[in-house]
């Protein structure tokens, strides 16, 4: 990890709790390590409040430098990397991570064991689709329409859910649709929610109109606790749901809508595709297929 990485992964969550998570520290030692860099830099980066964290001036102006070292410092290694047997990069985002990941990339070891392979967390969306443009990315997960220039290959047709604590009185039914909810429940509102490349984003908008969190998105697990502490209600795909349901007193109920997020792995077209992506392509196919069989979804 980059020494400026956490100033800048703060600065995109606005949230001291929620780049904690996403880097995978407790919250005191991240706020340590940016106490360090502002006392090593001698400015203050950001003002701290209950609402979060808000980059100063000289944060600001900080940050587009901070941004650039950290971008060539990544091509220096990536640039290592390749001349000791290559490198794979790979955008994710968390589902496809929990679930699909480790056998792929088992499959994809064996057959090109001196390969490194670098997976780039994906926070929203269109993150993978703008690597793959950029070149920063070798392929990318990607729900929606396929962009010009690039191709999507289909995995897998993800439906989305309300979830909902089992003591609600919505619990027993067998389908939902969103307008027995809008308007009518508290909507507790996830980073997809915000994100311009759901599915059903403009779904989100409608039902955010009654919550009780202030517009503030939740991370998912969050999401599904409060839900389960009736709390409010909240929507999201069964891929994201599988793992975060099985210890929670909470009922997921398919929407009437049926309302999917299309899952592919977006890549180059044919020509511009290297081997390793052609083979971690293949071998994505294979292993989702596999998944599909073997797995319930909810």
């Not at 030692?29 to 502002?38: A, D, F, K, P, T």
């Not at 969306?125 to 793959?132: A, F």
């Not at 059903?200 to 998105?217: M, V």
């Not at 997921?252 to 511009?272: A, D, H, Q, V, Y």
Request: charge should be negative; include cysteine.
């Amino acid at each position: 990890m980059g020494k400026y990485l956490p100033v800048i992964v703060t600065a995109e969550c606005g949230s001291l709790t929620r780049a904690a998570q996403t880097l995978g520290y407790t919250q005191p030692s991240l706020g340590y390590i940016i106490s360090n860099l502002e006392e090593e830099l001698g400015a203050k980066i950001f003002f701290r409040s209950q609402r979060g964290m808000t980059l100063t001036d000289v944060g600001a102006q900080m940050l587009q430098t901070m941004r650039k070292i950290e971008a060539m410092e990544t091509e220096l290694l990536e640039q290592a990397q390749a001349g000791q047997g290559g490198l794979l990069r790979l955008g994710i985002f968390p589902s496809v991570a929990a679930q699909w990941m480790p056998a792929i990339l088992a499959a994809f070891r064996q057959e090109f064991p001196d390969t490194s392979i670098k997976l780039e967390h994906q926070r929203y969306y269109l993150d993978g689709e703008m690597g793959v443009k950029e070149h920063r990315l070798d392929c990318s997960f990607f729900t929606g329409k396929c962009p010009p220039g690039l191709e999507a290959f289909p995995l897998y047709e993800d439906r989305y859910y309300l979830v909902v604590s089992q003591d609600s009185d919505l619990a027993g039914l067998e389908e939902v649709s969103v307008e027995d909810v809008a308007g009518k429940y508290p909507f507790i509102p996830t980073n997809e929610s915000f994100d311009d490349g759901s599915t059903i984003r403009e779904i989100y908008q409608k039902l955010g109109k009654l919550s009780i969190f202030d517009g503030e998105p939740q991370e998912n697990q969050m999401a599904v606790a409060l839900a389960e502490h009736g709390l409010g209600v909240t929507i999201l795909p069964g891929l994201t749901l599988h793992d975060l349901v099985t210890s929670r007193q909470v009922k997921t109920i398919p929407l009437k809508e049926n309302f999917k997020r299309s899952i592919s792995l977006l890549c180059p077209k044919e020509g511009e595709r290297t081997a390793a992506t052609s083979a971690f392509l293949r071998l994505t196919q294979q292993e989702v297929a596999r998944w599909e069989q073997e797995r319930k979804i909810l």
